[in-house]
């Protein structure tokens, strides 16, 4: 069997937003804070070799005499006098031959002390030897090696400042984030969510709200424009679809349903009929002396006869009741629901009564015309749609053989004739 494949979440907008705007300030105050830092360091590592240098300019000045008259005492305490105030880890005199006349180191060995010495050592110079003069003669050096203590507390201050504008950039980054979740990102949410709906539920009646950004307003405006064509397109099928339905379902003189609705109908209504034990009840109707006043007063004529006995008929049915024309000067009136055989006795009675008036042709003349009707009730007379019209067919013709212008209800089957 082939591996199903789970198609990967794919990231929101929001989210892929959010990580730039976080991504980008981070790039930017990292290489800034770097940047700041890199130069402070080098300003004062410049600074250092400076201030070492003076300082061992105003030691080599101060230990000039000690070195003249070779007293390593006075040598000491002059070192130590001047270094423990200043940047100074270890500080040797040496004469002119190069022996160490006098060496003073500080004496503190903390763990501060340690990190400070390292910091020391990585960024500011390993040590300075300066000269020392007498009447411009060099009687002996001077040698200092560094120890900031002010390095420590500015990498840490530089350091706090740093995560300090870390954290204002992450916030202004997602303040930002959600702007432009509100100005970007929320437009197109409600053009996705609109084109989704439409698409799912064809709502061409839906409109996307407008947006404050210039382009996603255009954008916004141009969608709905095309929902306005597609909700006129849509309108203009709905008319035509139920103007076909209408057509093929219906008789385009009288406008009555046709054949294949009524037979469609007859089947729904004697399916529901079965389910609720009720009764359904076919009339056939045809009308007499049609041929004559087709032949004698013209088609038209004969049109308007037609249309005059669907409206009559029409007259005369109940709300639910459908009436068809069949064909030619054939009609089928399909009663549903009926409560009793003898209500569709009494519609049909009424049909007969109400055709004895006269009937207006387009010629000026005036004429009389009847209807004769069979009758078939299911299940009295059936027991399906096929063996129901067939009743009612045979009930017409009866009528019609008998007397025209009269209705006739269908026999009864013979599994219903008592013995």
């Not at 306005?228 to 219906?250: I, R």
Request: hydrophobic residues 45%; charged residues 25%; neutral net charge.
């Amino acid at each position: 069997m082939t591996a199903v494949k789970h198609k990967k979440a794919r990231p929101t907008l929001d989210s892929v937003l959010r990580r730039a705007h976080l991504s980008v300030s981070l790039i930017a105050v990292l290489a800034a804070g770097l940047t700041l830092t890199a130069v402070a360091l080098l300003a004062l590592r410049v600074y250092s070799d400076q201030n070492l240098r003076l300082v061992a300019r105003s030691m080599s000045y101060t230990v000039e005499a000690a070195v003249v008259f070779g007293d390593p005492i006075a040598a000491k305490e002059a070192l130590a006098l001047i270094g423990v105030n200043e940047d100074i880890d270890q500080a040797w005199v040496k004469d002119k031959e190069g022996k160490i006349l006098a060496r003073w180191e500080r004496g503190e060995h903390g763990t501060r002390y340690y990190i400070e010495r390292a910091l020391t050592g990585w960024m500011l110079p390993k040590s300075l030897a300066f000269p020392i003069t007498h009447d411009e003669q060099e009687i002996g050096s001077i040698e200092l090696v560094p120890h900031s203590r002010s390095l420590l507390p500015f990498l840490l201050t530089g350091l706090s400042c740093l995560l300090g504008c870390l954290a204002l950039s992450l916030a202004v980054a997602v303040r930002l984030s959600r702007r432009m979740e509100i100005d970007i990102t929320a437009p197109l949410r409600n053009l996705a969510e609109t084109a989704h709906r439409v698409r799912r539920d064809r709502s061409f009646e839906l409109r996307v709200p407008s947006a404050n950004i210039a382009e996603l307003n255009q954008i916004n405006d141009d969608f709905n424009a095309l929902l306005d064509e597609l909700e006129a397109w849509q309108s203009h099928l709905q008319k035509e679809n139920a103007s076909l339905s209408h057509k093929a379902n219906h008789d385009s003189l009288t406008g009555l349903s046709n054949r294949s609705f009524m037979e469609a109908e007859l089947d729904r209504a004697i399916s529901e009929a079965r389910i609720s034990n009720g009764k359904v009840a076919m009339l056939f109707l045809d009308s007499d002396r049609f041929k004559y006043i087709n032949d004698t007063y013209g088609h038209a004529a004969g049109d308007r006869v037609l249309v005059t006995i669907a409206a009559r008929i029409k007259q005369q049915l109940r709300e639910g009741d459908l009436v068809a024309r069949l064909g030619g000067d054939e009609f089928a009136i399909l009663l549903k629901p009926l409560r009793h055989s003898s209500d569709a006795m009494h519609i049909a009675d009424n049909i007969i009564a109400v055709m004895s008036q006269a009937i207006d042709l387009p010629t000026g003349n005036s004429i009389v015309t009847s209807l004769t009707i069979g009758v078939a009730v299911f299940p009295d007379h059936a027991v399906d749609s096929a063996s129901l019209v067939g009743a009612a067919d045979e009930a017409m013709y009866r009528a019609k053989q008998t007397q025209r212008g009269t209705r006739e209800v269908a026999r009864l089957p013979y599994n219903h004739i008592q013995p």
